[in-house]
């Protein structure tokens, strides 16, 4: 079964224009050193788990006011019953945002299909050809490109993001997302946090500074419709 490993009760930035609170799902396919969720993706079995009827309880009780949930992780489409999840928030008149790092593109589909998500946030880690050292994983390039289409195309609002990594992930690689998403709606340029780092090296790396992370989204700003930056 699904397991909810952390909720922030409030979480007012998490879903673009709605009152939301956001739940993180545990485990990962992938291995971003720089991913600032060590314990969700390395050691989930050492977090407790928020019962599921607790979860419904909380829903009920902020029936009234809270428009919207968002999933995350982790990744949440690793969990083969996430359906589950979502239908409990849908059941309840609330919109469903779903972050992902969209390495399971036939699971993307079938959610949207099923008219489960109202609003997709997809990171975009790195240009395709650096996919498996950005993310320490065996993903498949090919998947990674079929959800940007999916996402790209489907009619729901939707996010591409990226995290720019000093060493990692730079304005060469950032120009080449930017390419490979050309014409998409939103991107979001997000700045690295090294707290809880997966890779603890890069605890040690001194994010950009603030005027470097300003100058990258005015690069990649005639790629895209909207261009905002998050974490600085
Ligand atoms: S940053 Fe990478 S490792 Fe961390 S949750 Fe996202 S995809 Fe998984």
């Known amino acids: 079964m699904v397991e909810i490993k952390g909720l922030e009760k409030f979480a007012p ?11 993180f799902l545990g485990g990962c396919n992938f291995r971003c050193p720089f991913c600032h969720n060590a314990d969700l993706v390395l ?3 050492a977090l407790d788990t928020i019962p599921l009827d607790y979860f419904i309880t909380f829903l009920e009780s ?20 996430l359906e589950v999840l979502l239908r409990l928030i849908k059941d309840r008149d609330m919109l469903v945002k779903l972050d992902t790092n969209g390495s399971r593109p036939d699971r993307l589909a079938d959610l949207i ?4 998500v ?5 990171d975009v880690k790195a240009p395709l050809h650096k996919y498996k050292q950005v993310t320490r994983s065996d993903v498949s390039e090919e998947d990674i490109a079929r959800s940007v289409e999916i996402v790209r195309k489907c ?9 720019v990594v000093p060493g990692l992930v730079g304005e060469k690689d950032l120009l080449e997302i930017a390419q490979m998403l050309h014409r998409a709606k939103r991107f ?5 946090s090294r707290r809880n780092t997966v890779d603890k090296i890069f605890a040690q790396v001194d994010p950009y500074p603030e005027e470097t992370i300003n100058r990258l989204a ?3 700003k005639p790629y895209f419709d909207e261009v905002r930056v998050e974490g600085i």
């Open 118 to 122: 109202d609003y997709i946030a997809m």
């Open 43 to 45: 050691r989930p079995e």
């Open 188 to 192: 979001q340029l997000q700045q690295f």
């Open 113 to 116: 299909g099923s008219q489960l």
């Open 155 to 163: 009619e729901l609002p939707y996010t591409f993001r990226t995290t």
């Open 62 to 81: 902020r029936r009234d006011w809270l428009e919207g949930i968002c999933v995350s992780g982790g990744e949440p489409l690793i969990w083969d019953d």
């Open 218 to 220: 005015e690069l990649v």
């Open 13 to 23: 930035l998490d879903f673009p224009g709605f009152i939301s609170a956001t739940v």
